[in-house]
């Protein structure tokens, strides 16, 4: 499987964990052709529009109640959304699942490839990062996910029945997403307009085609935040 560990090549923190995420890969996996591919940058959102509410904001949009990010500079976060829309366009090219990965995504179990593809279908995308620390109700997160059998599972989400805030993979980190599921979301993406990644990939846009593997093969590990920071 080929992994892409999207990198801000002009900032030393984001290259030297991207590097961490790549050696780290390599120690628990021979299986696995992780490089690092070149983040998007504010400087290159001017043609896009941000449809996602801005920090201290709120929305209704497509059945959903969205809250704003914080953040202290949305363009990053437009960034960050168009580095996974690449990959997506790239998966869609290839015609093959391809792993996403964050720089801040650590690998910590040997693993191959192969458990997550024998049981992914063209169309689902696989979260493979453990959801604690790395989601709101992380560790509700992770409390359903281990009720179930080791693999690919569907994901139950964290939204009680009264709540519709978008319902997704946990943080986006890491996940495993096929030809068929990045042509969605591209789309999606296109239509309307860019959305955060980990708020686009929700179980509302999404239904029955989002799923965990575990047991968990990343974690997120970091010092700082080069999108919300």
């Known amino acids: ?3 892409f560990v999207i990198t801000l090549f002009s900032d030393k923190y984001s290259v030297d964990s991207a590097r961490n995420t790549i050696a780290s890969a390599r120690r628990m996996s021979d299986d696995l052709h992780i490089e690092m591919v070149k983040a998007k940058t504010p400087k ?10 801005l920090q ?5 949009q497509h059945g959903m109640n969205l809250v704003g990010y914080r953040a202290k500079d949305h363009k990053k976060i437009m960034a960050c959304a168009l580095s996974h829309l690449k990959l997506w366009d790239l998966c869609v090219k290839e015609n093959e699942p391809i792993m996403i990965l964050e720089h801040d995504a650590v690998f910590f179990r040997k693993f191959r490839p192969t458990k997550v593809l024998n049981e992914v279908q063209d169309g689902e995308i696989v979260m ?3 959801p604690r620390g790395a989601t709101r109700r992380g560790n509700f997160y992770h409390e359903s996910i281990i009720k179930k059998d080791f693999g690919v599972n569907y994901i139950d989400g964290v939204n009680m029945p009264d709540e519709k805030t978008p319902d997704g993979l946990a943080g986006n980190s890491a996940y495993v997403i096929t030809p068929k ?9 296109r239509k309307i307009g860019l959305w955060p990644n980990d708020a686009l990939l929700c179980k509302q846009f999404f ?12 974690r997120v590990e970091q010092s700082k935040s080069t999108t919300t920071g």
């Open 1 to 3: 499987m080929k992994a």
């Open 44 to 53: 290159q959102v001017e043609e896009w529009t941000y449809t996602y509410p």
């Open 56 to 60: 201290g904001e709120v929305s209704e």
């Open 128 to 130: 493979i990062n453990d």
């Open 181 to 189: 599921a990045a042509k969605q979301a591209a789309d999606l993406q």
């Open 207 to 218: 239904p029955r085609q989002l799923k965990s593997y575990y047991p968990y093969i990343t």
